[in-house]
């Protein structure tokens, strides 16, 4: 007999965010989030004071079978105008009676939130990771991306959810960048501070914390007419800020920059999961720690996760400046492989600059909606 029932003590929490450890332990491309990270996000995230979630955990008998997050996104709903619920940390054995009964379940949840519409995945909004996997399911995730197997998209598509919007991502490795594209990189870079005075520059860690004011205030403005975008708050900017710079590399944290003001940045990070795929089950310790801190330097790929240009400054070549300044410094660095995700299907600018320099549009990710 199947049954929902929501999560509400700290051991069913603890079977929530384990579950997918058994769900995957077959698959070679999965790869353990870290518990701690996991339970933040859930609990104390400062996602929580503006907004709610519900964790429900799905039965059969005893055994656990499924998983999913109802969420009212109270700031995204302010910010578009809208009345959306949304639905995340979605995971379920193949098995379309199991599937519909959590979607039902989270939908209902939302639904008595006033929401009218259902839309996801989101863990738990599009400021953390999202989307379900669509094409690319021969290469296990990079750092703070999802994963799901391909069943997933007919369990959703069979519930009655339909495509929203795509989400892009992009590789290189040693034999597909583009060197003429690198080589004009410093050409560009001339003309940007020659026609409109604008430099490219590392973030500078030593004063971290007037920067990252600075590029939350380019994060909420380049960002404003992404899909399903609202602006995070201090709090939220401040403690992804503290999270990235913890494995952050200098070199590959750029800003562009007009008369001392920040008006884009990009920031790559090192794909961690190289090392998490080796934790069992997210656990820091006993020993997962000491794999975390004593391999980070054999990490051999980046993930360009941040890359924004407020209006005004774009179509001046920063995009392309500061993806070409990251991939030369890849290269220089002798890695073997980097990813740049997400980016939107309509993004035509920034799209054109990644395939300018060789970029593979290897992975597709998609937002599905429903009415309700």
Request: hydrophobic share 40%.
């Amino acid at each position: 007999m199947k049954k929902i029932l929501p999560v509400q003590s700290k051991k069913e929490l603890a079977s929530f965010i384990d579950f997918p450890h058994d769900l995957y332990k077959n698959d070679p491309n999965y790869v353990p989030e870290l518990f701690i990270a996991q339970k933040d996000l859930l609990t104390t995230h400062p996602f929580h004071k503006h907004s709610s979630l519900q964790t429900f955990l799905a039965y059969d008998g005893d055994k656990i079978v499924g998983r999913i997050a109802a969420i009212y996104n109270t700031n995204h709903n302010t910010f578009n105008n809208a009345n959306d619920g949304f639905f995340g940390f979605f995971d379920v054995i193949n098995d379309q009676e199991t599937a519909n009964l959590l979607i039902d379940t989270a939908t209902k949840w939302v639904k008595e939130k006033g929401a009218k519409n259902i839309i996801g995945p989101v863990n738990p909004s599009t400021n953390e990771t999202c989307g379900l996997l669509v094409k690319g399911f021969d290469k296990p995730p990079v750092v703070m991306m999802t994963y799901n197997p391909e069943y997933y998209v007919t369990l959703l598509e069979t519930a009655g959810f339909k495509k929203q919007t795509d989400l892009l991502a992009w590789y290189w490795d040693g034999a597909n960048y583009n060197d003429k594209s690198l080589k004009m990189l410093d050409m560009l870079q001339e003309r940007l501070k020659r026609n409109s005075n604008v430099v490219i520059r590392k973030i500078n860690l030593k004063n971290f914390k007037q920067e990252a004011d600075a590029l939350r205030d380019v994060y909420n403005k380049a960002w404003d007419k992404n899909l399903g975008f609202f602006p995070m708050t201090n709090e939220e900017f401040d403690y992804t800020a503290k999270d990235l710079k913890m494995i952050l590399d200098p070199d590959f944290a750029l800003v562009a920059e007009q008369d001392g003001k920040i008006v884009g940045f990009g920031v790559a990070i090192p794909d961690i999961n190289q090392i998490l795929k080796t934790i069992k089950k997210g656990r820091l310790l006993p020993t997962g720690i000491f794999k975390l801190l004593l391999n980070k330097k054999k990490i051999t790929g980046i993930r360009i996760m941040l890359l924004g240009v407020i209006d005004g400054y774009r179509k001046l070549g920063i995009e392309a400046s500061l993806y070409g300044s990251i991939i030369k410094e890849y290269r220089r660095k002798g890695l073997k492989y980097a990813e740049a995700s997400w980016t939107l299907e309509n993004n035509d600018m920034v799209n054109r600059a990644i395939e300018a320099i060789g970029g593979d549009q290897y992975k597709t990710y998609r937002i599905y909606e429903k009415a309700i």
